[in-house]
């Protein structure tokens, strides 16, 4: 499973799953100049410093990537990530644990009586309520005892057999920084990434859980043209799926996206004026729009372009 927490709509931390006027204004602060990938330069920083937008789950026909992320990997020396993708990170055990509701509580006490009516009948007619299995090392006696979001996560999708986190953008530069024995670090704490889900109020969990159960097969058209916006550089379907979300449940956006932003900004300017070539690798939806990581950058005088 992946691991990072803005998955929830293109697939998201674990395996689950951010119009035009407000890309007009984000694509007005850029080159005047087509650009040709989710990738963006600090152009007053002492030295190379890229803003790289990633997708958590792709397949191999996503590859090669554009040019500007080879750009961006070959001259970065130290890549910072959401979270800490080494193997021996304890991220999965913790993000597993924070899935799953303390023993004695479930998901019943915390949606409404409708939302578990329907879902115990769905998950009745495919065989799986009441049925016993393990979320990691975790044992859990049913589909209960899984917070809303998590159960968002496993809400299948038809037609997505083909993605792999293996094969997200955040993988891929983990892997070639490794391999080229370059330095890798995280923008949070694993206990700080999972606590984005673990202590989201109950009314936006629920409404995240509603939204993938109303849209169902949907996602997958949303996912399609985010992905082909993405590989061309262009975040109109993106934006504009964000604005959706964020209108239906502005409170899990803001938890997800903005307070997540803020927080990064500072350790983010510190590593701009460290002057060491540097890659900020997150998912494409922190660099969109009103306090996206790029607003926040240009309000604090930094001169930002996208390749």
């Known amino acids: 499973m992946g691991k990072t927490l803005a998955m929830f709509r293109n697939c998201s931390p674990r395996g689950f799953v951010v119009c035009g006027a407000l890309l007009a204004a984000f694509v007005s602060t850029q080159s005047a100049r087509a650009a040709t990938a989710c990738v963006w330069r600090v152009t007053d920083a002492p030295a190379p410093f890229y803003l790289v937008g990633t997708i958590h789950s792709l397949s191999g026909r996503d590859y090669p990537l554009p040019k500007p992320y080879m750009q961006a990997l070959h001259e970065s020396q130290q890549f910072f990530f959401e979270v800490d993708l080494h193997p021996k990170s304890d991220f999965g055990e913790r993000f597993d644990r924070a899935a799953c509701y303390p023993k004695g509580d479930d998901v019943r006490r915390h949606i409404h009586p409708k939302t578990w009516e329907f879902l115990a009948k769905r ?112 975040m109109t379907a993106m934006l504009a799926d964000e604005k959706r979300a964020r209108d239906l449940n502005p409170g899990c956006e803001m938890r997800l996206l903005d307070y997540r932003n803020l927080r990064w900004i500072p350790k983010i300017e510190s590593l701009i004026k460290s002057g060491v070539p540097t890659s900020i690798v997150v998912g494409t939806g922190h660099y969109g729009g009103a306090n996206s990581v790029i607003d926040l950058l240009q309000k604090r005088g930094h001169k930002i372009e996208q390749l």
């Open 123 to 234: 998950f009745r007619n495919s065989n799986l309520l009441g049925r016993q299995f393990h979320v990691g090392d975790n044992y859990v006696s049913g589909i209960q005892e899984l917070r809303p979001w998590a159960i968002a996560s496993i809400w299948g999708i038809n037609g997505y057999s083909d993605l792999s986190n293996e094969y997200g953008v955040d993988n891929y530069f983990f892997y070639q920084a490794r391999r080229a024995g370059k330095a890798c670090g995280a923008l949070e704490t694993p206990e700080e990434h999972v606590d984005v889900l673990r202590g989201m109020a109950d009314i936006d969990a629920e409404l995240l859980l509603l939204d993938a159960l109303v849209r169902g097969d949907k996602r997958r058209d949303d996912f399609n043209a985010t992905r082909s916006g993405w590989a061309k550089g262009d």
